[in-house]
């Protein structure tokens, strides 16, 4: 198990370092007027020159590239130029990230409420009305991009409940819909894998063998069918919270919630280069974070999984 | 194995014979007919997988509709009377320009607030996306396979296929597409070049596996023991394995696309308002949510891109599902 561990990890930091590698020199290409702000259209090509040699940026790649990762170690993301002149880009986003958490763990909490007992009950009637009305909910949520239905949501959710459109932070009420909204397409996916998880087990030969055995249908489906089906999402969810937790672009930006998503969209319009930079690089890191999370949690979960190699085995 | 020879059956044996009789045994008639039938199933995997497909009525349903609606869209601009969708209409009379027109006989889904007819809108847009759908699923699914069916039968790549993939499968879709968009400036090409980036990864690990599991079958021994050169085996005998996969991805892709074209146009990265497309035309409809009088130029577009999504998700759903032989009974 440790052994597995460590080299789960050692792939992971590997991985990290080559995405992040790729990421920046990618951003390397960014648009210039993006590091110079308003000013830009006012300054000569040579006043242009001097401010990005003195920034680094007509240092070499690999040069730049060491600059950014001894930075990095020293928690040093850079400064924002335009969104915030000057201040230091890890100083905004702890400012915005415990609203983005918080509304985050909040959703991922009401996804996992919601979504697997509808998928519980979903495969209780299977084929019958409670079924049909849950895969329509799924495939609306599924395949409507979501820009349409949060807008919906918010226009006339706000209209008929009376709710605010914007949040607002101390105000509760104001907290329900951009919740309502993240939550949605992971209760969504969890409704859907849990039903066909749920139902594929239903045929395997065990169940048959317990019903015949004379094993009540409530025991069969809460002691064997349930935990057999939940641990394949388990491996999905570390990932699930930490993007959902670092908040959802689009809803962030529809309610003017102060978060970390809204912020993306902010400094993209913006053209601040050196923030894109640094949430992008953010949002990656976390993705693997949640990859390699959800990979040990499986581990954990699933007796299946064995950490010692067997021979033969590819 | 001996043990049980030895052992218990010798009783039961026994006991048989004390039961039966050559009495309760007649022979048969020998009946040429018979002896000549071949065990034979006219089971065909095209038409029963046809057969399961039409069973499910919503998705012929929607089939015909995103059929007629396809059709529409791309004959549209050549039907009698229609409007150019960039024109902006002024009154003949008074030659004031005709903006936030309700819609009406003459502009049956009204005008924006420049005086665009948004009918016309509406379908150059739908035109826009679908291009968009079909151009980054058709690049999936020949990279997909070209560098899927590389990955699976060329055995020395498949470490190094095998390492890419796992770094590249780790950088989320939705960053890089920002990214890319960001780095580029925003029209078609860009943007359909953002999407195909990554979304042939599924694609190619999907058709790695087949392929894997598939090329070391007795009849692709046979095949390659007679000499059949390998472009004909893969050809032949592994692709048309994976049409049905390929069918769901194409139907998958389409509809992730054009979210895909509305998320960038939201966050200001999409294609210019001078090109109507689904993601411009909700974009900007949503300006207009706040006054109630308005909103149907949000909700046209709105109904049309549901209906085109929601068609291609579920056509490409039930079409995966008739084609896995399991539901073939």
Redesign the interface.
């Known amino acids: 198990m440790f052994k597995y561990l460590l080299k789960r990890l050692a792939?992971a930091v590997l991985?990290l370092f080559?995405?992040l590698t790729?990421?920046f020199c990618?951003?390397r290409?960014?648009?210039e007027e993006g590091y110079l702000g308003d000013s830009y259209d006012k300054m000569t090509e040579i006043q242009r020159e001097t401010i990005l040699t003195e920034m680094g940026l007509r240092d070499p790649i690999p040069v730049q590239l060491a600059k950014f990762y001894t930075d990095l170690f020293h928690g040093d993301l850079g400064t924002s130029w335009i969104y915030r002149p000057n201040v230091p880009i890890s100083e905004i986003v702890a400012e915005k990230a415990p609203i983005s958490i918080q509304m985050g763990l909040l959703a991922m909490a009401l996804s996992l409420v919601v979504g697997i007992p509808l998928g519980v009950f979903m495969t209780r009637f299977k084929d019958g009305i409670p079924d049909k009305l849950g895969m329509a909910f799924v495939?609306?949520v599924?395949?409507?991009?979501?820009?349409?239905y949060h807008?919906?949501i918010?226009?006339y959710a706000t209209e008929w409940l009376g709710l605010p459109m914007l949040f607002k932070e101390g105000d509760f009420s104001s907290w329900i819909l951009p919740t309502i909204s993240l939550s949605l397409y992971n209760t969504a996916t969890f409704a859907l894998w849990m039903r066909r998880y749920m139902v594929d087990e239903l045929n395997k030969d065990y169940v048959r063998l317990a019903r015949a055995k004379g094993v009540k249908n409530s025991a069969i489906m809460a002691r064997h069918v349930f935990p057999n089906a939940f641990v394949p999402l388990i491996q999905t969810i570390p990932s699930m919270i930490l993007?959902t937790a670092m908040g959802s672009?689009?809803v962030e930006?529809l309610y003017s919630v102060p978060g970390m998503g809204g912020l993306?969209?902010d400094v993209?319009?913006r053209q601040d280069n050196a923030m894109?930079q640094a949430l992008?690089l953010i949002?990656?890191s976390l993705?693997?974070v949640g990859?390699l999370l959800g990979d040990i949690l499986m581990g954990i979960c699933d007796p299946r999984i064995t950490f010692t190699s067997k021979g033969g085995a590819r | 194995m001996k043990k049980f020879l030895d052992g218990a059956p010798n009783r039961v044996s026994d006991h048989i014979e004390e039961m039966i009789s050559d009495k309760d045994f007649t022979f048969a008639n020998y009946d040429e007919a018979a002896a000549e039938r071949v065990t034979w199933s006219d089971y065909s995997y095209w038409r029963s997988t046809f057969r399961v497909f039409f069973k499910n009525r919503t998705a012929v349903l929607l089939l015909i509709l995103l059929a007629a609606l396809l059709l529409f869209t791309f004959i549209q601009p050549h039907l009698p009377g229609q409007r150019p969708a960039t024109l902006i209409n002024n009154d003949p009379e008074t030659g004031m320009t005709l903006f936030n027109v309700q819609p009406n006989e003459e502009f049956w889904f009204g005008t924006n607030s420049i005086g665009q007819d948004l009918w016309s809108m509406v379908w150059s847009g739908t035109r826009t996306s679908l291009i968009i759908g079909f151009t980054v699923a058709l690049s999936e699914v020949v990279i997909g396979i070209t560098v899927g069916v590389l990955w699976g039968y060329v055995r020395s790549l498949d470490h190094i296929m095998t390492a890419l993939y796992?770094?590249l499968d780790?950088?989320?879709q939705?960053?890089l597409l920002?990214?890319?968009s960001?780095?580029l400036r925003p029209s078609m090409s860009t943007i359909i070049l953002a999407m195909c980036l990554t979304s042939w990864l599924k694609m190619a690990r999907f058709i790695r596996n087949q392929i894997v599991i598939i090329r070391d079958r007795d009849y692709n021994l046979a095949s390659r023991c007679l000499g059949t050169p390998t472009y004909r085996i893969i050809l032949r005998n592994l692709l048309p394995y994976l049409v049905s996969v390929m069918m769901l991805r194409i139907a998958t892709t389409i509809?992730e696309a054009?979210?895909n074209e509305?998320?960038l146009t939201?966050?200001?990265?999409g294609l210019p308002v001078s090109i109507p497309s689904l993601g411009n035309l909700?974009n900007t409809g949503?300006g207009m949510?706040m006054y109630q009088s308005l909103?149907y130029q949000?909700i046209f577009p709105?109904i049309v891109?549901?209906v085109v999504?929601?068609s291609?998700?579920?056509i490409g759903n039930a079409f995966a599902d008739a084609a896995d032989p399991k539901n073939h009974m």
């Open positions: 792939q991985t080559v995405i790729i990421i990618l951003l290409l960014m648009p495939v609306l599924m395949a409507i991009p979501s820009a349409v807008l919906f918010q226009t993007l672009i689009y930006s993306l969209v993209i319009q894109v992008v949002y990656a993705s693997i990859l | 796992n770094v780790n950088i989320p939705t960053i920002i990214l890319i960001y780095i509809p054009i979210g509305v998320f939201y966050i200001g990265l909700i949503r949510l909103r949000l709105a891109l549901s999504t929601v291609f998700y579920i």
